[in-house]
């Protein structure tokens, strides 16, 4: 009789609290998102599609060090280093191939400059394969992207024109060997 | 109801020839089952509806399944092709038709003797059953034993040691 | 031309509703499995996703149909058609109200249990002719299923025909004027609604076509418009079973007298569509063990003392 009465319990009842339970999702609130219509909310550190930011002062950030492609798992990041009359380096082209990138974010940690950043903006689709490598015109934006006021220059100690060694923010004047004679 | 009579009974006649010449087994079994539903229909146009529609249930629907069920358990593939097609050399043949002809011859003189209108009396499902459970109730109860008997032998033969 | 059982007009009438309403169901279902799960489903194609089942046509349609070339090309054509076939003729002996049939047959449950069986047969053949070896376990697993619950069914419908004395679907349905037959023959009315299931196999007893363990079982090597067929000839039988369930137990075309006795049966056949979708959202599959066991060792002895009982009692 007991045997009978769980059988009666698990095979019946349950099912019908079953049953029961998802008929009553019917009313409840859906988890969909309707996408094109409604977007999404990103957070700010969704890692997306990669920009180059420039500085306060509006000018690249990128000095062309390499570390990002060195860094890049999958190797989609080619760049030539340039340098112009005032001694910085730019990056001469800078390509990113997006069909290959897979948004891991390494080129951004690797990045001594905050130049090269990933953004909250997902929507890359193309028809083209080819329309996938996008060149530095692309990728440059006017602002400075995440990280507002980081200027390479002023901090890092490099010498360009205008700004000679030890000028830079906190940085002590070059000791003079030759004052270190006993 | 002649007309219909005749088609399904020659549909009935060529596909169980069909049956017997087919070298690929599945398509011999489908043949067998379009026999069947003919005799089913053949059944129903003499007037036994009841009688075509158990055909169809339990002949072409439950045995011939089994059949069908047995097949694919046995991964007949090419090679019981060419061996089916071995058996059916004249050589081979030659003897069962001999017989099976004289039977036909048999069975022809005994039908040409009796008249040829075929009488069409319909038999409902209640009279089949009054008569089942009347007058025959003891061979329907054999019938079940032996049906039981199979059951219990089965069961015994799945039983887990 | 007359709407009458039989007439011509009638006949493509039930042809053509029976056939959209299969079709439309695609949609449906997807919709309210969606709903279930706290989705929207395919709300995008035309007004809330109506026309989703014309993109699905065309898609379906326009898809490479192609017959692999390790398989038996004869069976494996065949197989789709039969069980479109079967499933449609089946519907010749369901009275959807007083006037409207195909044909007023006195055995018409056994016709429909004849049929019910021969689509057994589109299963295993589409199966066994693809020559794959997930095809093949899904049309063994499909045969034994479908063999073995063809039994429970006929049974649990031998009470109904008990109580109306008779195989004819309309003296049914004109049987159950006063009492729908669901309150005398519950047990047999929840056995019909299990094997209902397992014989159209849709989830949760879809163990034929179990894409978690066998691809997609049947009709793995299926596609474009054959596949189709199967896809719809497996709506075609939920149609078939919600329109037998309210036909053999709650009352067909019987109703309130405002509505007209075809909207009724409608309506009822409609519910009952919609709880087999609901059991796919709510159910898990089963095993295949488990199936066989529930069948053979809870279901026939229920349905067999279902049977008794209702006999004992008509005879005091
Ligand atoms: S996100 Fe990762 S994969 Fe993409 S460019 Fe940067 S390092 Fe390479
Ligand atoms: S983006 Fe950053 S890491 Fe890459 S080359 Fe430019 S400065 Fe170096």
Redesign the pocket.
């Known amino acids: 009789m007991k045997k009978i009465f769980t059988l009666i319990k698990d095979t019946l009842l349950s099912q019908m609290v079953t049953l029961w339970g998802v008929f009553m999702k019917l009313f409840d609130r859906k988890d969909t998102v309707e996408y094109p219509d409604e977007q999404p909310y990103m957070f700010p550190r969704w890692r997306g599609r990669i920009i180059?930011s420039r500085d306060p002062d509006g000018e690249e950030?990128?000095?062309?060090?390499?570390?990002?492609?060195v860094a890049c798992p999958v190797d989609c990041?080619a760049?030539q280093k340039a340098e112009m009359e005032d001694g910085r380096w730019y990056?001469e082209f800078?390509r990113i191939n997006f069909s290959r990138c897979i948004m891991c974010g390494f080129?951004e940690e690797?990045?001594?400059?905050n130049?090269?950043q990933l953004t909250p903006d997902f929507e890359m689709a193309e028809y083209v394969r080819q329309d996938m490598v996008w060149e530095k015109e692309d990728l440059l934006i006017d602002g400075t992207g995440k990280y507002h006021d980081y200027n390479y220059y002023r901090i890092a100690g490099m010498q360009i024109k205008g700004k000679d060694k030890g000028e830079a923010r906190n940085e002590a004047a070059p000791v003079d060997v030759r004052s270190l004679m006993p | 109801m002649t007309v219909l009579f005749y088609l399904a009974g020659s549909i009935a006649v060529i596909a169980t020839l069909a049956v017997i010449v087919q070298t690929n087994i599945v398509h011999a079994l489908l043949y067998l089952i379009l026999s069947l539903l003919s005799v089913a229909v053949v059944f129903y146009v003499l007037g036994a509806p009841f009688a075509a529609v158990l055909e169809a249930i339990v002949y072409a629907g439950a045995i011939m399944v089994l059949f069908l069920f047995v097949i694919m358990m046995l991964n007949l593939g090419q090679h019981t092709r060419e061996q089916e097609r071995g058996w059916l050399l004249p050589r081979e043949f030659a003897m069962p038709a001999l017989l099976a002809a004289i039977l036909l011859g048999q069975l022809l003189t005994v039908i040409s003797g009796t008249d040829h209108v075929i009488h069409y009396q319909r038999v409902g499902v209640l009279e089949v059953s009054a008569l089942l459970f009347g007058p025959y109730v003891l061979a329907v109860e054999l019938a079940s034993i032996l049906l039981l008997a199979g059951l219990v032998s089965a069961y015994h033969l799945a039983k887990k040691q | 031309m007359n709407l009458d059982i039989g007439s011509g007009l009638t006949i493509a009438l039930i042809l053509g509703v029976v056939i959209m309403v299969s079709a439309l169901l695609i949609t449906v279902e997807r919709r309210l499995l969606g709903f279930w799960q706290e989705r929207l489903g395919p709300n995008r194609v035309g007004w809330g996703g109506s026309l989703q089942v014309v993109a699905d046509m065309i898609k379906i349609f326009t898809k490479e149909d192609w017959v692999p070339p390790f398989a038996d090309r004869f069976s494996f054509v065949m197989a789709p058609a039969i069980i479109m076939t079967v499933i449609l003729l089946s519907f010749a002996v369901v009275p959807f109200a007083p006037n409207i049939g195909v044909i007023d047959s006195n055995i018409g449950i056994l016709f429909i249990l004849a049929m019910a069986s021969l689509g057994a047969y589109s299963v295993m053949l589409g199966g066994l002719s693809s020559d794959n070896k997930y095809a093949l376990l899904g049309s063994l697993r499909a045969a034994a299923q479908m063999v073995s619950y063809e039994v429970f069914m006929g049974i649990s419908l031998l009470g109904v025909v008990a109580l109306s004395g008779s195989f004819n679907l309309r003296d049914i349905v004109a049987a159950q004027e006063g009492l729908w037959f669901v309150i005398p023959q519950f047990i047999g009315f929840v056995i019909f609604l299990i094997a209902g299931v397992a014989e159209s196999h849709r989830l949760p007893f879809d163990i034929p076509e179990a894409e978690q363990e066998i691809c997609a079982g049947y009709h793995t090597e299926y596609s474009g418009m054959k596949f189709g067929m199967f896809f719809v000839g497996e709506y075609l039988g939920l149609v078939l079973v919600s329109s037998l369930i309210t036909v053999l137990f709650f009352g067909g075309w019987h109703g309130p007298d405002f509505l007209p006795p075809v909207l009724c049966f409608a309506l009822k056949s409609i519910v009952f569509i919609a709880f087999f979708i609901l059991l796919r959202a709510a159910i898990p599959r089963p095993r295949y063990d488990q199936l066989m066991t529930y069948g053979w060792l809870f279901l026939l002895p229920l349905s067999l003392i279902n049977l008794l009982v209702t006999g004992a009692i008509i005879l005091l």
């Open positions: 180059l950030r990128c000095v062309a060090c390499n570390l990002c492609a990041i760049l990056p800078f080129c690797a990045c001594p400059t130049a090269i």
